[in-house]
């Protein structure tokens, strides 16, 4: 009997605890200038409630002309709210994960578009690579591409700051940040571009090989350069040019006056033999091997001041290489004048060939 009464009791004790509103309701009363109470409103406090606008979890009501819509509102929220609860128990551990990750989201992102996400950039097959292995790996790669020795040397040298910085990070973890700090440490506007159209090489690479996702570079706005126009060097420049190489290196006659009078980029001329300079049909042959688009072959024509200059310069056997030392080309164009910013910009010779040569 004894067990019999105490399940009663606890029958009776659950029932008056259902009973109980979980929620306050309080009359809210809307007066007149005198004071009279001329309408009354009920209202229920439902506590601190996520919107899921972003805004946190902040006090909530619920408004309603009669106290019996009140509590037959606040009695339905309760049933719910336990029917949740009693569904929350017979869910397994990873389904309870789940729903807390779609809670976190608030319902602002489909919780499968996350998981695409996560697919996405999530690491390759190895990504555990360090942006150093992964700079190791892609020049190894490119050294045996058959490129030429002097991009090679700008590829280490430009994207070998970039492993240097940061050669112990994940390369999978690389981000937008991180590129964006580097550019910025870069000396100038030119520079940072030259810079981010590096970067993306080792990136591709990368994923071609699938050791990460995406490529952070890909993101990063190109930045503004104020275009100053085609500088080129004018006649009198020339000519004070040709006089400094005479008195301090004459061997260096034929680098400038090829490049100021044919028009070749210093990159073709370093790579030229005597050769394929013709003085009897008076043309220079520029192979796919010495060009910049490395499968077109031309012959530029050699113009009466150029093959005065080539005449009084060539060697005996019109064999070897055309001469050109970087230091020298340095000294020469400082004593005329002509190593000041702006002066001398890339294939300057070259643009002063096509518009005042």
């Known amino acids: 009997m004894k067990t019999k009464k105490r399940s009663t009791n606890r029958r009776q004790s659950e029932s008056r605890n259902q009973a109980k509103p979980l929620f306050k309701i309080h009359p809210i009363h809307r007066t007149n200038d005198r004071g009279e109470i001329v309408k009354t409103y009920w209202r229920i406090d439902l506590g601190l409630v996520d919107r899921g ?5 902040r006090r909530t ?80 790669a490119k050294t045996g591409k058959n490129l030429r020795e002097r991009r090679l040397k700008n590829y280490r040298n430009s994207i070998a700051k970039f492993a240097d910085k940061f050669s112990a990070e994940k390369a999978q973890q690389v981000t937008i940040k991180h590129v964006d700090e580097f550019l910025d440490e870069r000396a100038s506007t030119v520079d940072r571009d030259n810079h981010r159209r590096a970067l993306p090489n080792m990136f591709n690479f990368g994923i071609n090989r699938r050791n990460i996702r995406f490529n952070p570079v890909a993101a990063v706005e190109r930045p503004v350069i104020d275009k100053h126009g085609v500088v080129v060097l004018s006649v009198d420049q020339a000519r004070v040019l040709l006089k400094s190489a005479a008195e301090i290196e004459p061997r260096m006659i034929p680098y400038f006056a090829i490049g100021c009078f044919a028009g070749l ?7 030229l033999d005597w050769n394929r300079i013709d003085f009897e049909h008076r043309t220079i042959e520029v192979t796919g091997a010495f060009s910049k688009l490395r499968q077109l072959r031309r012959n530029v024509r050699i113009e009466d001041n150029l093959l005065a200059w080539l005449s009084a310069h060539k060697p005996a056997t019109n064999a070897g290489p055309i001469f050109h030392a970087r230091r020298d080309e340095g000294i020469i164009r400082n004593k005329a004048g002509l190593s000041r910013r702006g002066i001398w910009v890339q294939d300057v010779m070259r643009h002063s060939y096509a518009s005042v040569m």
Do not use: H, M
């Open 53 to 57: 606008d972003g805004k946190g979890r």
């Open 61 to 140: 009501y619920r408004t309603f002309s009669s106290e019996t819509e009140a509590e037959r509102e606040a009695e339905r929220i309760a049933k719910q709210q336990t029917r949740i609860g009693e569904d929350a128990k017979r869910l397994t551990p990873e389904e309870l994960k789940d729903a807390a990750a779609r809670a976190v989201l608030g319902g602002k992102v489909a919780f499968l578009a996350c998981a695409q996400f996560y697919l996405q950039n999530a690491a390759g097959e190895d990504g555990e690579i360090t942006v150093a292995e992964l700079f190791n790996n892609w020049i190894e």
């Open 265 to 271: 980029r210093p990159s073709e001329i370093t790579r």
